[in-house]
């Protein structure tokens, strides 16, 4: 480790596993740079979650969804070949934590809030109905509880998102579902609207 000027420089070798080539660019690999990152006292224990769910997320492309850039499997074995290193136990924390499927930030960043409040972890990209074809999803929900939950982030202010989005909060609706929509205002209050709502379909609504 060197220091200089209040900067802090960790050197751990590299191995052949750990390199990549994107567009000409020699890179570390996602697994290997999201171990580097843990290692930062300074990032939130969440912000490397939402690392983590975009690198195993499987994005949408014409016909269907990919493969991410890696799995949870892979992140695993990752940090269990690492050895000893800074942030190593919290690399472990993160990927426990991670999940396939979240589609933004966002919506990382509501499941850990419902599970920070004692709540039952959600799913995530929930089919309303797997048997019928044109049942929409919802990005996060409890399917016991016919809750659907959506974070509306900037491409919903389109025309053909806001049509999409009628469709599927009326075939939830006209199915018995809670459709909640999140906003950013929602995140700026720590999603507390949600968390009660959830908590009222499971205990009951509080006196």
Do not use: C
Request: aromatic content about 6%; hydrophobic content about 40%.
């Amino acid at each position: 480790m060197r220091s200089a000027g209040g900067v802090r420089s960790h050197r751990h070798p590299l191995l052949p596993s750990e390199r990549v080539r994107f567009r000409r660019l020699n890179l570390t690999s996602p697994a290997r740079t999201l171990i580097d990152l843990a290692a930062d006292e300074r990032l939130a224990f969440v912000d490397l979650v939402v690392v983590s769910d975009a690198i195993v997320n499987r994005p949408y492309r014409p016909g269907g969804r990919i493969d991410g850039l890696d799995t949870p499997a892979g992140l695993a074995a990752a940090v269990a070949s690492a050895g000893r290193r800074p942030g190593i136990r919290r690399a472990r924390h993160v990927i426990d934590q991670t999940r396939v499927g979240a589609d933004s930030p966002q919506e990382t960043r509501v499941r850990l809030a419902l599970v920070d409040a004692g709540l039952p972890e959600p799913e995530l990209q929930v089919k309303g109905d797997p048997a019928e074809r044109w049942s929409p999803e919802a990005d996060l929900a409890y399917r016991d509880l016919k809750i659907a939950i959506q974070y509306d982030g900037k491409h919903h202010r389109s025309r053909e998102q806001q049509a999409a989005d009628a469709y599927r909060d009326e075939w939830f609706q006209r199915h018995g579902w809670l459709v909640v929509r999140l906003t950013w205002a929602d995140q700026a209050q720590g999603f507390a609207r949600l968390i009660r709502l959830v908590r009222e379909r499971l205990t009951g609504p509080s006196a």
